[in-house]
């Protein structure tokens, strides 16, 4: 790579390589799709794991489970596009020690199937009424066949939603208000499987009431990258760049990775509107032009040092890029190293895409959303001989002297830091949280750390194998329904997600030079929870705030304390410095208490990373398009404040003091004078 490669690197981690997460048991599981078969007898059974754990695979075994052995007529497996439905082509798992092979007829894969949606539709009918068990459909021709034959045609069929996150809540969502009537109708099974399950628009998948249904397994990337065999590290980095970005692209891209080059959507920023001529200028860029494989139509590029490239152009029109797209899914070379060396895509190579060679998957311009950012990274993070380190970057455009486009690139930005921040907790290991009490005890299993459990201090303990901390915080409010349990457990990425999609926290926590951290601990994380959860009660909305706040805090400092030695270089390092990092903070403070957690800036440690990265006069004008918002407090953060203020009297004795030398208590003071000042307007009239 030149001198002049350049990408700070906000995420970075490093994994042990234990092998664990690619062994097969006697029934030719590896450990997820063990885990996974172990609740087969779920009527409701939600997968969160990472991409390449082997979801298809688990879902194969537990559909045979409930054809042959639970009683089911039928078992539909519905992906959210076409090409995901080769995922579930026939598998000889009695090779592997299982007790059934998974067989689809070839007339009822109907990603597979030509014509339009109403020909598939009438071919789902058909197969209800047929013998055949097994049918394969995208999302949308399951939806047109829900509205077609109604929801009691499905009686008795298992459905299965592969890449769930694409349902939602929200009533226009026709899928997921599908599924809310099946659930209701309770005659069927549902298994749900997800490799990010947070959508880009922060809208909940499923409403709580139909989430409670589901039982989870949860496999995470933490056990899935560190019981890999060969990919050891894995960096996440945004890279800013001023121009024109196929001028600087070589900056950061080495064309000695294997490499998917994402272009940027033509109505974004960063796009030239002519897509054709930034693929040629990319290819211009990387060496001499030699024609093109009259097999498989990738370019073949010869580079300054005579090595030849061979590159696959997905952004061409439909007739090449079919022939391109087919040779990709060859089969015959699905493990030959040699056969591609860069794949330049738009809107193709991201979810369901299988390239076990990528290494770095580069990024140009923001994406829509945070689970495609998650799931373009999936594309990289296979494990693969000789593979040992892989990256995401993502290039952005710097704000240029426009108001306009300055607005458009701080938003563009703070997206980019939101989804380095959601990662980082995505690629950590889970956090469980206790309360520090004076019978508080080891828990078994646990590693906590030179000298062992210390029954005076707040603990920190690291079990390896399950990739899961224990930790101990004074005053921690512990959930007490199972579903706040629940939520502690399973869902604080999702909470986290909510956090950090937050414009306005994500805006003052990085450039707002007067904000009090607890407006943003407190207040804004406390609202994502009561708007998420309505359904829990206020002690337990404070558990799972409490929570949350506490797994993105510690891993801020944890990161920011974190500086160890690769066997290769010096840099910052995950997982084993992210341990060592969350043991020095906690053994650093006086003691690990939930108020010191609530006054760490969740974002501060992003903005030391973008002030390294981003230009001095971009990050000037970036925090002058920020402080011209000027943020008011708004009725329901004054309640929220006075509540704060109502606890701070229960435990003081005396309500918080606007002339207080305390900045946290001047604010919830100011909350209890906002609101008196609306019940004295509201008495006059």
Not at 478 to 490: M, Y
Request: glycine share 6%; with cysteine; aromatic share 8%.
């Amino acid at each position: 790579m030149s001198d002049e490669t350049r990408s700070v690197p906000s995420v970075s981690v490093t994994y042990s390589r234990n092998g664990s997460s690619t062994k097969s048991n006697e029934l030719g599981m590896r450990p997820m799709q063990e885990r996974a078969y172990e609740r087969r007898g779920e009527q409701y059974l939600l997968i969160k794991s990472p991409p390449a754990s082997g979801k298809s695979r688990a879902l194969m075994f537990i559909a045979l489970d409930k054809l042959h052995r639970q009683g089911l007529r039928k078992a539909i497996i519905t992906v959210p596009e076409k090409s995901i439905g080769s995922s579930f082509a026939d598998e000889p798992l009695t090779q592997f020690g299982f007790w059934a092979d998974w067989h689809v007829e070839p007339k009822w894969n109907l990603c597979n199937a030509p014509g339009g949606d109403e020909g598939k539709v009438a071919a789902v009918g058909k197969f209800l009424d047929s013998e055949d068990r097994v049918l394969v459909a995208t999302h949308a021709t399951f939806r047109f066949a829900v509205e077609k034959f109604g929801i009691e045609a499905f009686d008795d069929c298992l459905i299965a939603v592969d890449e769930f996150h694409h349902v939602s809540s929200n009533p226009d969502n026709k899928l997921g208000a599908q599924l809310a009537e099946l659930i209701a109708r309770d005659k069927v099974h549902v298994v749900a499987m997800t490799g990010s399950y947070f959508r880009g628009d922060a809208e909940p998948v499923l409403m709580p009431h139909d989430e409670a249904r589901f039982d989870t397994v949860t496999y995470t990337y933490y056990e899935q990258l560190n019981g890999y065999k060969y990919l050891k590290s894995l960096d996440i980095g945004y890279f800013f760049y001023s121009g024109a970005y196929t001028d600087d692209i070589l900056k950061v891209l080495d064309t000695n990775e294997k490499t998917i080059i994402h272009i940027p959507n033509v109505n974004s920023r960063e796009s030239t509107k002519d897509k054709i001529r930034e693929v040629e200028h990319i290819l211009h860029e990387l060496g001499d032009w030699e024609g093109t494989d009259p097999q498989t139509g990738f370019q073949l590029v010869r580079r300054a040092d005579g090595r030849l490239l061979r590159i696959a152009d997905l952004v061409d029109d439909d007739v090449k890029r079919e022939v391109v797209s087919a040779a990709l899914k060859d089969p015959a070379q699905k493990n030959n190293r040699d056969y591609v060396d860069i794949i330049i895509a738009l809107g193709m190579a991201k979810e369901g895409f299988d390239w076990i060679w990528c290494e770095h998957a580069l990024t140009v311009g923001y994406r829509a959303s945070l689970t495609e950012i998650v799931q373009i990274i999936g594309r990289a993070t296979r494990d693969a001989k000789g593979k040992t380190r892989a990256r995401f970057t993502n290039l952005i455009a710097e704000p240029d002297a426009s108001e306009e486009a300055v607005t458009e690139a701080v938003n563009d930005t703070l997206k980019a830091i939101a989804a380095s921040l959601l990662m980082e907790q995505v690629l950590a290991p889970r956090f469980n949280f206790t309360p520090k009490t004076a019978t508080s005890g080891p828990a078994d299993g646990f590693d906590y750390g030179e000298g062992g459990y210390d029954p005076q201090a707040c603990n920190v303990g690291f079990n390896e194998d399950s990739g899961q901390f224990q930790i101990e915080i004074k005053g921690l409010v512990p959930p007490k329904s199972k579903e706040a349990e629940r939520i502690c457990q399973e869902d604080l990425n999702e909470v986290i997600a909510s956090f950090a999609q937050d414009k306005t926290s994500v805006e003052r926590g990085l450039f707002d030079e007067e904000l009090v951290p607890e407006e943003l601990t407190q207040v804004r994380m406390g609202k994502i929870v009561r708007d998420r959860y309505p359904e829990l009660d206020e002690e337990d909305q404070e558990a799972v705030r409490q929570h949350a706040i506490a797994a993105l805090n510690l891993t801020q400092k944890a990161k920011e304390i974190a500086v160890a030695v690769d066997d290769q270089d010096d840099r910052t390092v995950g997982n084993t410095a992210l341990i060592q990092g969350v043991r020095k903070f906690a053994m650093d403070v006086r003691e690990l208490d939930i108020d010191l957690i609530d006054r760490i800036n969740p974002f501060s440690e992003a903005y030391a990373i973008l002030a390294k990265e981003m230009s001095e006069e971009s990050l000037r004008q970036v925090a002058a398009v920020i402080s011209a918002k000027k943020v008011k407090l708004t009725p329901e953060e004054a309640r929220d404040l006075a509540r704060r203020a109502l606890r701070f009297k229960q435990e003081r004795g005396r309500l918080p003091t606007l002339t207080s030398a305390d900045a946290w208590e001047r604010k919830m003071a100011e909350g209890v004078a906002f609101l008196a000042r609306m019940k004295a307007e509201a008495a006059r009239g």
